[in-house]
């Protein structure tokens, strides 16, 4: 591993266990066994730093939502697809997640939040387009896309928030397909009534 992963390894592992804010450039050069002049000349400050980590986990989410996105089906399998990308995404790079989601909750004027959001914009605006392309195929849309991209979100970022709160980060989470479709199904209960 060069300097350059090392440091965003020790960056996402330290902003993983104690929050973007509350982790120096000192605490990551001192972890990744390097001087704070290299970390400034690799990612020019700590921002930049934080920039680089989420880019390049989110560039996998990113390709993983082009394929679920792109599947052509009914809505359920739509939904299912996109969901399934998203917990493989969520269990896999877990600290990525987590992390991506405490800064999206963080307060608006942060540098967390302010770096994060163009990212969690993105994967809304997919979801609202699932939800437009789907409008002539549920019929009750009523200009409601929004507020169901945020509805489905929501479902999906509470159950992987409950399985993975539990247990060491180094227990393998599954949700499997079966659990995938339930959530899927109760989402779509939900708008068809």
């Not at 066994?33 to 990113?62: A, C, E, R």
């Amino acid at each position: 591993m060069d300097n350059k992963e090392t440091i965003m390894t020790c960056a996402l592992d330290l902003f993983y266990a104690r929050g973007y804010d509350g982790v120096g450039v000192q605490e990551i050069a001192d972890a990744a066994g390097i001087t704070k002049p290299t970390l400034y000349y690799y990612f020019g400050s700590k921002k930049g730093l934080l920039q680089q980590v989420l880019n390049n986990y989110y560039q996998i989410l990113d390709e993983l939502l082009d394929r679920a996105v792109s599947f052509q089906g009914h809505v359920p399998e739509r939904l299912f697809q996109i969901a399934r990308a998203y917990f493989d995404y969520a269990v896999r790079y877990r600290k990525c997640y987590l992390l991506m989601l405490a800064l999206f909750y963080s307060g608006r004027e942060s540098e967390g939040f302010q770096t994060v959001f163009p990212m969690i914009q993105k994967y809304y605006n997919r979801i609202v387009q699932v939800f437009e392309d789907a409008a002539n195929e549920l019929g009750n849309m009523h200009g409601r896309q929004r507020q169901f991209a945020v509805g489905f979100i929501g479902a999906l970022d509470h159950y992987l928030m409950m399985c993975l709160r539990d247990g060491p980060e180094d227990k393998s989470v599954e949700i499997s397909d079966e659990q995938t479709y339930g959530i899927v199904h109760q989402f779509m209960y939900g708008i068809y009534s």
